[in-house]
């Protein structure tokens, strides 16, 4: 029994300290470079990496170029595990976000999901698809990976950054991006591809 309520305290902690960080950061969402950043971090959403898997692969079509038609498969299959897993996600944990704190003196976290956007900040699809997209296209051009980790680490920043997801909500939301990435790689390796 004191196991789990140690367990218990160092969940609590965690917690704590994941609220004053995201609160701390998201202070100052109204600069503008913040708001530039979240500008920005609007194509780290699912439907403009869908797009620019779809757009990859299908010039890969037309150019006769197997590694542009792999990128594709391997950003868009990657996109789409990551998206599932975010949703599900989501719909299972409600948490409020970090402006509902800040502005209103807000916070919530509880099982069972919101269809609220207020209170689906865990995890962060944006930077779970990001990641699964940056590691997509290194799948098939390694060189690209440290700008993809560096693209989507900024992605990951302006997202607490503008108060709409704690650091947690980020880092699961990458840990996601890695493992649908991974699957991707595992059923297109299977399919040849």
Same mark, same amino acid.
């Given at each position: 029994?004191?196991?789990?309520? $140690? =367990? ?11 609220? /004053?960080? $995201?609160? *701390?950061?998201? @202070? &100052?969402? &109204? ?13 780290? /959403?699912?439907?403009? !990496? ?13 150019? *006769? ?17 990551? /998206? ?19 502005? @209103? ?9 919101? &269809? ?17 997209? =940056? ?12 700008? $993809?980790?560096?693209?989507? #680490?900024? !992605?990951?920043?302006? *997202?607490?950054?503008? $108060?709409?997801?704690?650091?947690? &909500?980020?880092?699961? #939301? ?13 059923v297109l390796g299977r399919a040849g591809g």
């Amino acid at each position: 029994m004191a196991g789990a309520a $140690g =367990a218990g305290q160092a969940v609590e902690a965690l917690e704590r300290a994941d609220v /004053d960080a $995201g609160a *701390r950061a998201a @202070r &100052d969402r &109204d600069q503008p470079h913040v708001k530039a950043a979240g500008a920005l971090g609007k194509l780290g /959403d699912q439907e403009p !990496l869908y797009a620019i898997s779809a757009a990859l692969f299908f010039a890969g079509l037309v150019a *006769r170029r197997r590694d542009l038609t792999r990128a594709g498969l391997h950003i868009g299959l990657g996109v789409a595990f990551a /998206d599932l897993a975010k949703s599900a996600l989501t719909a299972s944990v409600a948490r409020t976000r970090p402006k509902e704190l800040i502005d @209103r003196g807000h916070y919530e976290v509880s099982a069972g999901g919101s &269809d609220a956007k207020r209170e689906q900040s865990f995890p962060s699809g944006h930077m779970a698809c990001t990641t699964a997209a =940056a590691l997509g296209l290194a799948r098939v051009w390694p060189a690209s990976l440290p700008l $993809g980790l560096l693209a989507s #680490g900024g !992605l990951g920043w302006s *997202r607490v950054a503008k $108060g709409v997801h704690w650091p947690l &909500d980020v880092a699961v #939301g990458a840990v996601i991006g890695v493992a649908a990435s991974a699957a991707a790689r595992l059923v297109l390796g299977r399919a040849g591809g």
